[in-house]
Nanobody
Framework: QVQLVESGGGLVQAGGSLRLSCAAS????????MGWFRQAPGKLREFVAG??????????ADFVQGRFTISISRDGDKNTLYLQMNKLKPEDTAVYYCNAAVKAGTTWYANPALANGWGQGTQVTVSS
C-alpha cells in the first residue's frame, strides 16, 4: 500500500502561489532525504526540490530560481512535507509528487521503495 498522500494543487494564474502538502506514513520519513518531483504531460518525472531531514538543508532544481520553498513539519509521530510555490509560471503546470529521495553528488533521485511506490500526486495548473 502506497504511503503518500499529496494535496494542495489547483488552478492558479501566472504569478500566483500554491502550497502543496504531503502526508507520509510507514517508513517513508525514515529516509535521510525527502523530495518533491513533478511530471508534465508527455515528459519524464523530474526533481523539483529536496530536503535533508536531519538539518533541513535544502536543494532545488535550477528552474525553481528562488520561487519555491520545501520544508518539513514534525508533530510527534506525524511528519508533513510542504512545497510553497510562489511566482508560478505556466511551465510549472504538472502533477506534483512527494517521495523519499537519494542524493548522489548533486543529483537527486526518487526512492519510492520506502513508500511502496508513488502517491496519486496533486495537479498544479498555471494559466497564462
Amino acid at each position: 500500500q502506497v504511503q503518500l498522500v499529496e494535496s494542495g494543487g489547483g488552478l492558479v494564474q501566472a504569478g500566483g502561489s500554491l502550497r502543496l502538502s504531503c502526508a507520509a506514513s510507514g517508513r517513508t520519513f525514515s529516509s535521510l532525504y525527502m523530495g518533491w518531483f513533478r511530471q508534465a504531460p508527455g515528459k519524464l518525472r523530474e526533481f523539483v526540490a529536496g530536503i535533508r531531514r536531519i538539518d533541513s538543508n535544502t536543494d532545488y532544481a535550477d528552474f525553481v530560481q528562488g520561487r519555491f520553498t520545501i520544508s518539513i513539519s514534525r508533530d510527534g509521530d506525524k511528519n508533513t512535507l510542504y512545497l510553497q510555490m510562489n511566482k508560478l509560471k505556466p511551465e510549472d503546470t504538472a502533477v506534483y509528487y512527494c517521495n523519499a529521495a537519494v542524493k548522489a553528488g548533486t543529483t537527486w533521485y526518487a526512492n519510492p521503495a520506502l513508500a511502496n511506490g508513488w502517491g496519486q500526486g496533486t495537479q498544479v495548473t498555471v494559466s497564462s
